[in-house]
């Protein structure tokens, strides 16, 4: 989340698409005066969390929603249909693996890449593993006119 820090403008208002435990939503929330409206998962790990397929939403329940924030799963059947609804409702940040940028099945989504903010290898708590693959977050906006801006680290 630190690397994601600076590129949030303050008192932004969030929706966590794909909240699992909500761990994202805490460390953004204890970093920044962003806050989130409302957090989604279809498994929700945490009471607050609303169980709801991220799909679903509609620009009825975004009233006043500023951006969407999360980590999604990587599959590319699962995330490919989350992409699509999500940045066409409102600008999308994600965190995915750094190769993905390079696939030639992201090549239309890197045209509404906005920026692109290195991470580095990431440590899942759930495994126990220091990762082997690079992340970043992804700043996707569906009517993106600009070169793609790149952060390293």
């Known amino acids: 989340?630190?690397?994601?820090?600076?590129?949030?403008?303050?008192?932004?208002?969030?929706?966590?698409?794909?909240?699992?435990?909500?761990?994202?939503i805490t460390e953004i929330a204890s970093k920044?005066?962003?806050?989130?409206?409302?957090?989604?998962?279809i498994e929700p790990q945490q009471p607050g969390i609303t169980q709801r397929n991220c799909l679903t939403l509609t620009e009825k329940d975004l009233y006043?929603?500023?951006?969407?924030?999360?980590?999604?799963?990587?599959?590319?059947?699962?995330?490919q249909p989350i992409m699509d609804h999500l940045i066409s409702?409102?600008?999308?940040?994600?965190?995915?693996?750094?190769?993905?940028?390079?696939?030639v099945r992201m090549g239309p989504y890197m045209k509404m890449?906005?920026?692109?903010?290195?991470?580095?290898?990431?440590?899942?708590?759930d495994n126990k593993k220091k990762g082997v693959d690079n992340y970043a977050w992804f700043l996707f906006r569906k009517d993106n006119k600009h070169q793609t801006e790149f952060y390293g680290r």
């Open 64 to 79: 006043g929603v500023d951006l969407f924030i999360t980590n999604p799963p990587f599959t590319w059947k699962v995330l």
């Open 32 to 41: 920044t005066d962003c806050y989130f409206t409302d957090a989604y998962d």
């Open 113 to 125: 890449c906005y920026k692109v903010v290195s991470v580095g290898r990431l440590y899942w708590e």
């Open 1 to 24: 989340v630190d690397a994601l820090v600076p590129h949030l403008a303050t008192k932004m208002s969030c929706v966590e698409p794909c909240a699992g435990a909500g761990h994202l």
């Open 89 to 103: 409702l409102r600008p999308t940040w994600l965190l995915l693996p750094a190769d993905y940028m390079h696939n």
